[in-house]
């Protein structure tokens, strides 16, 4: 749904209206677009003309389409599966795959955030952190081996929530 604050409505998108199938789990909102993570892959609209482009595993380069988090970075949109981490470059159109392999703490990816220097991604198994500047990956040791449930960041702030409590950057 899409609230407009002149007529305090609400316009719902469904699957009629061109919204990718399944359960939607997750969105960012940058601009004219909304990107939409569901477990069928990733729905991206259009405001500015109501278009619709879809992004499947089989077809686009993810890692897999059960997407857990979304996250507009600039050019880079970033998507966390269950299988690992995506990052779509806007400008190119191409996709590139990360996984424990490259550096991330486990492949089942929980939460984004991102600031000027850094992707930070919750994971099942602990906090990593991707240098933009480096393009290289560090796992937050000072959290430990935990399931991080969710992750933000606000003016130079980063929160991250567990079973345990919250953590907050300082």
Same mark, same amino acid.
Request: glycine share 16%; net charge negative.
């Given at each position: 749904s899409r609230f407009t604050p002149d007529t305090e409505r609400w316009k719902t998108y469904t699957n009629e209206d061109g919204l990718g199938?399944? $359960?939607m $789990?997750?969105?960012d909102v940058v601009g004219n677009y909304v990107w939409i993570g569901s477990d069928q892959g990733i729905s991206r609209l259009d405001? +500015?003309?109501a278009t619709w482009e879809h992004f499947r595993a089989a077809k686009s380069g993810l890692?897999? =389409?059960?997407?857990?988090?979304?996250?507009? =970075?600039?050019k880079h949109i970033w998507a966390g599966t269950k299988r690992g981490l995506n990052r779509y470059d806007n400008t190119t159109g191409e996709w590139t795959a990360f996984s424990t392999r490259l550096g991330l703490s486990n492949d089942r990816i929980t939460g984004l955030a991102a600031d000027p220097r850094y992707v930070w991604v919750g994971t099942e198994n602990?906090? +990593?952190?991707? =240098?933009k500047s480096k393009e290289s990956w560090e796992t937050i040791s000072e959290l430990g081996e935990i399931a991080i449930l969710s992750v933000t960041e606000? =003016?130079?702030t980063v929160g991250v929530s567990t079973e345990r409590g919250i953590y907050l950057s300082s």
């Open positions: 199938g399944g $359960t $789990t997750c969105l405001k +500015s003309n890692v897999a =389409d059960e997407i857990t988090a979304i996250r507009v =970075d600039g602990g906090l +990593s952190r991707y =240098d606000a =003016d130079g």
